[in-house]
């Protein structure tokens, strides 16, 4: 059901880090690039653009050190594509808060083009190590449908919440989207880590927690390096 829109990767007894939702806070890669040795692979949970006083100029610069982040380390650093940035490049049927549209109007530019088929290369769920990472997650109630009215909506893999009243598909699993207070197994299997996300007045609502990922199977939370 998900093979057109999953990226598969392949390894056997590795160790990854995943990373919740940025909205344009670059000194989390900054972390995350002094520690890349340590690990096999970096997935980033989605959600580079935006934040509450976040000029369109901090998304750009921000996707534009991602891209180059993955460029340089491109068998190691891996990205989902998220509902904050998907509206920039999809037409979808609906706005969302934090819309900007000047940022829209700077990703459609010419100069932004290879910026722009970046961002929409980035698949919708990876998997590695029978782990799926992916936005907001894997729920039984997405029937699989990729167009925009697939993913646009409350029970996608780059919408779907654990408040709205949805049930997420039985298998292992990490996301963020939702903000939480510490990375948290909110069900079997299934973890969100979205703690990097703020209050409007810039109040941190997590501790900033990060998730550790062994051969699939074990699951720590840990914190990035200063």
Same mark, same amino acid.
């Given at each position: $059901?998900?093979?057109?829109i999953?990226?598969?990767i %392949? !390894?056997?007894m590795?160790?990854?880090?995943?990373?919740?939702?940025?909205h344009?806070k670059?000194?989390?890669?900054?972390?995350v690039? !002094?520690?890349?040795g &340590?690990? #096999?692979?970096?997935?980033?949970?989605? #959600?580079?653009?935006?934040n509450? &006083?976040?000029?369109?100029?901090?998304?750009?610069?921000?996707?534009?050190i991602?891209?180059?982040?993955?460029?340089?380390?491109?068998?190691?650093?891996?990205?989902?594509?998220?509902?904050?940035?998907?509206?920039? +490049?999809?037409?979808?049927?609906?706005?969302q808060?934090g819309?900007n @549209?000047?940022?829209? +109007?700077?990703?459609?530019?010419?100069e932004?083009?290879?910026?722009?088929?970046?961002?929409?290369s980035?698949p919708?769920?990876?998997?590695? #190590? %029978?782990?799926?990472?992916?936005?907001? %997650?894997? /729920?039984?109630?997405?029937?699989?449908?990729?167009?925009?009215?697939?993913?646009?909506? #409350?029970v996608? @893999?780059?919408w779907?919440r @654990?408040?709205?009243?949805?049930?997420?598909?039985?298998?292992t699993?990490?996301?963020?989207?939702?903000?939480?207070?510490?990375?948290?197994?909110?069900?079997?299997?299934?973890?969100?880590i979205?703690?990097f996300? /703020? $209050? @409007?007045?810039?109040?941190?609502?997590?501790?900033?927690s990060?998730?550790e990922?062994i051969? %699939?199977?074990k699951?720590? !939370?840990?914190?990035? !390096?200063?």
């Amino acid at each position: $059901m998900l093979e057109a829109i999953v990226k598969f990767i %392949g !390894k056997e007894m590795s160790k990854v880090l995943a990373i919740g939702d940025i909205h344009t806070k670059t000194w989390i890669i900054e972390k995350v690039s !002094k520690v890349i040795g &340590d690990y #096999d692979s970096i997935v980033f949970c989605g #959600d580079y653009a935006d934040n509450f &006083d976040a000029s369109p100029q901090d998304t750009l610069k921000t996707w534009r050190i991602l891209k180059d982040f993955q460029t340089k380390h491109q068998n190691k650093v891996n990205l989902v594509l998220s509902n904050h940035d998907y509206i920039y +490049v999809y037409d979808t049927h609906s706005l969302q808060s934090g819309y900007n @549209p000047i940022t829209h +109007v700077l990703i459609d530019a010419p100069e932004n083009k290879n910026l722009r088929e970046w961002l929409m290369s980035m698949p919708i769920v990876i998997e590695i #190590d %029978g782990v799926s990472y992916s936005h907001a %997650g894997i /729920t039984n109630e997405w029937p699989g449908n990729q167009n925009v009215n697939g993913l646009w909506n #409350d029970v996608s @893999p780059i919408w779907a919440r @654990p408040n709205k009243g949805i049930s997420y598909k039985a298998i292992t699993q990490v996301f963020g989207h939702t903000p939480i207070d510490t990375c948290s197994e909110i069900q079997e299997h299934v973890w969100c880590i979205d703690t990097f996300s /703020t $209050m @409007p007045d810039h109040s941190r609502i997590g501790d900033d927690s990060v998730l550790e990922v062994i051969d %699939g199977r074990k699951f720590s !939370k840990t914190y990035l !390096k200063s």
